[in-house]
């Protein structure tokens, strides 16, 4: 079955630039004519969940307008993977970030990976 | 942006009992030109990323057991799990997808078993 990896550093300095990555297993990212979106939702105890972006291809993209520019996501075909880039961490970037599937294209999430915490501390 | 806000925080019952989670949205997540509630519930439990067990406000994601259920249109939703059993102990979430972005999550509602 279709399986969701998140991996990351898990301690990233401030103002540097925090690079996640996504391995799907199962499925093929590559596929066409698919209507499937691939997003980032993180979680920490002071926002709850937050969604920080979606894409469909690397043409095809929305992020939250809160973080203002700092993300950036894209998809790596030939290894199946998704990543995430965002610039300019602060401690209120700390939280527990997931990658999910959103298999309509609609805007929920139907599977998700386990998640990858993420510490900032110089 | 849509402000998700659930009621209540927690809640805590015995087992066999009905489970009442209430969302409400800032404005409507109801699009009447397709006549869709972009309106999702996740349950998480301790330790694991969130599952989906509703969209569209009331149809259940497969594998969810019956006793989950969803209702509600326009800014007033409700998960109701109708026989509390030990594994719903979980926190659940509520999240529309109909204005973004951004998409938007509640702030979650605690069950637990008194």
């Known amino acids: 079955q279709v399986q969701l990896q998140e991996s990351g550093p898990g301690v990233v300095k401030p103002s540097e630039t925090l690079s996640l990555t996504c391995t799907v297993s199962?499925?093929?990212?590559?596929?066409?004519?698919?209507?499937?979106?691939w997003g980032w939702i993180r979680q920490s105890p002071e926002k709850g969940l937050e969604w920080i972006g979606s894409l469909y291809n690397s043409a095809s993209t929305y992020y939250n307008p809160s973080l203002k520019g700092r993300v950036s996501m894209s998809l790596d075909t030939s290894k199946n993977q998704i990543s995430l880039d965002l610039a300019f961490v602060t401690a209120a970037d700390a939280a527990v970030y997931f990658c999910?599937?959103?298999?309509?294209?609609?805007?929920?999430?139907?599977?998700w990976g386990r998640g990858t915490l993420v510490a900032v501390s110089s | 942006e849509i402000v998700m806000t659930q009621s209540p925080d927690s809640l805590a019952l015995s087992l066999g009992e009905r489970a009442t989670i209430n969302c409400r949205s800032s404005?409507?997540?109801?699009?009447?030109?397709?006549?869709?509630?972009?309106l999702a519930w996740y349950q998480q439990k301790p330790g694991q990323s969130p599952k989906l067990l509703i969209h569209?406000?009331?149809t259940r994601e497969s594998g969810v057991p019956d006793r989950f259920s969803g209702s509600g249109s326009g800014t007033d939703f409700t998960l109701t799990i109708s026989s509390l059993q030990p594994e719903d102990v979980a926190v659940y979430y509520c999240q529309q997808y109909y204005f973004t972005p951004p998409i938007t999550f509640g702030q979650g509602t605690r069950l637990d078993i008194k």
């Open positions: 199962g499925y093929s990212i590559g596929t066409g004519y698919s209507l499937i979106y």
């Open positions: 404005q409507t997540v109801f699009d009447t030109s397709n006549s869709k509630n972009y």
């Open positions: 569209w406000a009331s």
């Open positions: 999910a599937r959103n298999r309509s294209g609609a805007g929920f999430f139907d599977l």
